[in-house]
């Protein structure tokens, strides 16, 4: 009986120990699984980084870098009189950008404040998810919707107005953004504690007074950032600019002609424009490494302002 009994407490032992070895085995088996995921994201970026820059290297063997950032004109079809500056593209991004923001921001930051400060639970939970539905919409859907049904709109108001035109596009990318302004915005709002509100409301303050001078300025690194990564958003929109915004790149401030935005040129050389090897086609690498940069310089900026004002509470 005692030989029985001790013959299987040594079998026990070694299940036991065999069962932490394997624990420890997947120990260290996971840490080195998840690295290698993790790794996927840091490596794509990296790939993609290195082929805008070789690719836009070898567009400014060809073209000189200065005749890129200060030429006037954007017109690469005709070898013989090409010419290469991108002021233009980056004009006519700045304008759908300009219009969208100016759409966006109230609506989108009234919306939050909304839903932050004056709505019922039950009345936030139906009406956030419907508005965050407006992400969820293809944009090649909002570029049709801005051709098809706000442009005629607007040339009821503007004659003049172009089919294709940077207004409707810009209102339309507005619309778009929306979703994330407000809902980042509530976020942050609603992330300010009760008792900030409580405290100003128990000293006499109207819930005007409370959402302007109490939560706002609580919430205002959260807010910001949100409108930044939204322009950012903005700036590298593609279908509703390609569809409804034309393709003349124009160096000037009227948003009611035909222009060309960085997104749209990209796609219209990438449709088959251009021939692989040729400048035109290198061009569009070095338009993508500007618009790169104006959304990593835009990403930086939402990312400093989120930490530069963040309040701990």
Do not use: C, H
Request: charged share 15%; glycine share 6%; net charge neutral.
């Amino acid at each position: 009986m005692a030989a029985s009994t001790k013959k299987l407490t040594v079998q026990e032992m070694i299940e036991a120990k065999s069962q932490k070895s394997s624990s420890q085995t997947m120990e260290k088996i996971v840490p080195v699984v998840l690295f290698l995921l993790t790794s996927v994201s840091v490596l794509t970026t990296l790939g993609i980084l290195f082929t805008l820059l070789f690719e836009t290297f070898t567009f400014f063997s060809k073209v000189s870098i200065w005749e890129f950032i200060t030429e006037k004109k954007w017109y690469p079809f005709v070898e013989a009189s090409a010419s290469y500056g991108v002021m233009p593209l980056i004009m006519g991004t700045l304008k759908i950008t300009v219009i969208a923001t100016v759409v966006a921001v109230p609506i989108g930051l009234g919306a939050a404040i909304y839903l932050s400060e004056y709505a019922s639970d039950r009345t936030r939970r139906i009406i956030k998810p419907v508005l965050e539905v407006l992400a969820g919409v293809p944009t090649i859907v909002y570029g049709f919707f801005a051709l098809t049904f706000v442009t005629p709109v607007l040339q009821k108001i503007i004659p003049d107005l172009s089919i294709f035109n940077a207004l409707s596009p810009g209102i339309v990318v507005g619309i778009m953004i929306i979703p994330m302004i407000a809902s980042l915005s509530e976020d942050a709002m609603s992330s300010v504690p009760n008792t900030m509100r409580e405290g100003a409301l128990g000293l006499g303050s109207t819930k005007l007074e409370v959402t302007l001078k109490v939560v706002l300025p609580a919430a205002i690194s959260g807010i910001v950032a949100s409108i930044v990564l939204a322009i950012s958003r903005a700036i590298g929109e593609t279908m509703i600019v390609t569809v409804a915004g034309g393709s003349t790149p124009n160096l000037d401030w009227n948003v009611t002609e035909s222009i060309q935005t960085m997104t749209a040129y990209i796609v219209q050389v990438s449709t088959g424009d251009a021939g692989y090897g040729t400048t035109i086609y290198y061009s569009i690498y070095a338009v993508g490494f500007t618009l790169f940069l104006f959304t990593l310089i835009m990403n930086m900026l939402a990312q400093y302002i989120s930490k530069r004002f963040r309040e701990e509470y």
